[in-house]
């Protein structure tokens, strides 16, 4: 299957250009068991599949072989990334465990691995993979392997890398990156997609709207703990979110404090917008810390206070390797019957989530035992960067903020910075759906240069069976593409259908379980027969 190297790009660029990455240590510990529970994902760009790996190492004689697997397994990080994709790796399920002595105080251990991962796209999914890792797992022999290769073994050379974050940086395919069989094992994985995979679901904006407002709180970190300076990317980003939320969804508001410069920056850390927006009350309050891992007794009590309320809650900032993530879920306060919308924005945070914000509003809440129902996580497969973190964070305000007009996830995160791959979690109980509208049909003819493209879209449609069909309209034979998306806008890279023919005569059939709208885009072929494609098109309910 062909790749996208575009973004892989990026993240080889991430320190540079402020990504919320930060590297450091291999966040490991030492439990026995994996867990198994699988949870929804919804995406504009990606689709949730199950790695299966048949994995050897080798280490000194020890019973606590499910951290040594785990570590290995951490070599998925930097290699899946260039796929655009990533691992969640507290979900790995781990079995068919089998130690064998080596004779000389080491061991050789085989297992079997089904690794859970955000493939970047929705529709170049390989049926296999090829993986590489350390074949010695211990930390001697990992900082060995680091020194043999860490300077050839990655996407740039000028990262500074350790044998702790070896496997964020770690690209075996590199050019000039060769691994010796001693060192290295290599193993085909199998791809399957999962059948956890959701579309054109909705927020629960019944639920959001349901005490009449909108309450958000929006958390930055900074690019350097303590940073004073406005050139922080941290602190730029905080300073450029205000300034959106004056200049969109919060222009005319009242402000806390009641004077506030225009870019605020260190001297208002703490700021709060209130007003109405479309006949509703909207609070937006942001707050800008140092980094959840070093927040203060006070920010934990004002995060606290704010949360009991928010009906979106953003963390803008680095991911530390999930110690922010980890350290962020542990905070705030929830009450139950309340439901909630998390973005965790910063790099590969898909990687490092884990089930405790799941689990803290399953314990709230007897009628939800997997920990979804009263909350949806949203977070990142790639890098984030501290420039486009406002316009994300502004995204998901303007589209809560509007519940006459809902969009569904993937309508929502495909107004995201691409590079980011923004996905949905715990959106599989979600019960929200728009009332349907009367759809009377689309016809129409047009012409179509090499490359050009048009959009059609219909209102939110009722559950049932559409065609939509193009046909060649004129004498000379030209060939416009179909591609159409669900209840977001289709472009050549990201569709939910397209039918690969040549010609102008294609057919779609969809089937919608759920009031949900149809987009179209009609391309003209870039090697079409012909300059001027002439079509017509039809979207019917059958």
Not at 247 to 253: E, H, L, P, Y
Not at 433 to 448: K, T, W, Y
Not at 498 to 518: C, D, K, M, Q, W
Request: hydrophobic share 40%.
């Amino acid at each position: 299957m062909n790749r996208r190297n575009l973004l892989s790009l990026f993240a080889a660029a991430s320190i540079t250009l402020g990504a919320a990455c930060a590297p450091s240590s291999v966040p490991v510990d030492d439990e026995e068991r994996a867990d198994s529970e699988g949870k929804a994902f919804t995406s504009a760009q990606a689709t949730l599949v199950t790695l299966e790996i048949d994995g050897e190492l080798t280490a000194p004689w020890q019973t606590n072989t499910t951290k040594l697997i785990k570590t290995q397994l951490f070599y998925t990080v930097g290699q899946l990334n260039a796929h655009d994709s990533v691992g969640r790796l507290d979900r790995v399920v781990i079995s068919d465990v089998k130690r064998v002595s080596n004779g000389d105080g080491w061991m050789k251990v085989t297992y079997r691995a089904e690794l859970p991962v955000g493939w970047g796209s929705k529709t170049e999914i390989p049926d296999t993979l090829s993986l590489t890792f350390p074949r010695k797992i211990g930390p001697q022999s990992l900082k060995s392997f680091t020194a043999s290769y860490g300077g050839s073994c990655v996407e740039d050379a000028s990262h500074a890398v350790s044998s702790d974050n070896f496997w964020y940086h770690f690209r075996p395919e590199s050019e000039g990156c060769e691994l010796a069989a001693a060192d290295a094992v290599t193993v085909k994985a199998g791809v399957e997609i999962s059948p956890m995979n959701t579309s054109a679901k909705y927020p629960e904006y019944d639920r959001v709207w349901a005490d009449d407002e909108l309450n958000v709180v929006a958390v930055f970190g900074k690019y350097e703990d303590y940073a004073t300076s406005s050139s922080d990317a941290g602190i730029r980003a905080y300073d450029d979110f205000v300034e959106g939320l004056r200049a969109g969804v919060a222009s005319g508001f009242g402000t806390t404090p009641s004077s506030l410069a225009a870019r605020p920056g260190v001297s208002a850390p703490d700021v709060t917008f209130s007003g109405s927006y479309g006949g509703r009350t909207v609070n937006v309050t942001a707050l800008l810390i140092d980094s959840p891992k070093v927040a203060t007794a006070a920010f934990d009590a004002r995060y606290g206070a704010l949360t009991k309320k928010a009906d979106l809650i953003v963390y803008d900032g680095h991911a530390g390797l999930g110690a922010n993530v980890k350290a962020l879920s542990t905070k705030g306060q929830f009450v139950k019957g309340r439901h909630s919308v998390f973005f965790f924005n910063g790099c590969d945070t898909f990687a490092y989530l884990d089930d405790t914000i799941a689990k803290r509003f399953a314990a709230l809440n007897a009628d939800d035992p997997n920990g979804t129902k009263y909350a949806d996580v949203l977070s990142n497969l790639m890098p984030a960067y501290f420039h486009s973190m406002p316009d994300a964070s502004l995204a998901l305000i303007d589209a809560l903020a509007m519940p006459d007009a809902p969009q569904t996830y993937e309508a929502i995160l495909s107004k995201i910075d691409p590079s980011q791959v923004v996905v949905a979690t715990g959106e599989e109980d979600n019960t929200f759906l728009p009332d349907s509208e009367d759809f009377d049909g689309i016809s129409a003819s047009n012409v179509l240069g090499r490359g050009q493209s048009h959009a059609f879209e219909t209102p939110v449609l009722a559950p049932g069976t559409y065609v939509i069909r193009t046909v060649e309209n004129g004498d000379e034979a030209g060939d416009v593409d179909l591609y159409v998306g669900l209840g977001y806008a289709p472009s050549v890279e990201l569709y939910d259908f397209r039918p690969y023919l040549s010609g102008s005569n294609e057919e779609i059939r969809v089937e919608l379980e759920a009031p949900t709208r149809i987009l179209v885009m009609v391309h003209g072929y870039e090697d079409a027969p012909v300059s001027q494609n002439h079509y017509r098109i039809t979207v019917v309910e059958k």
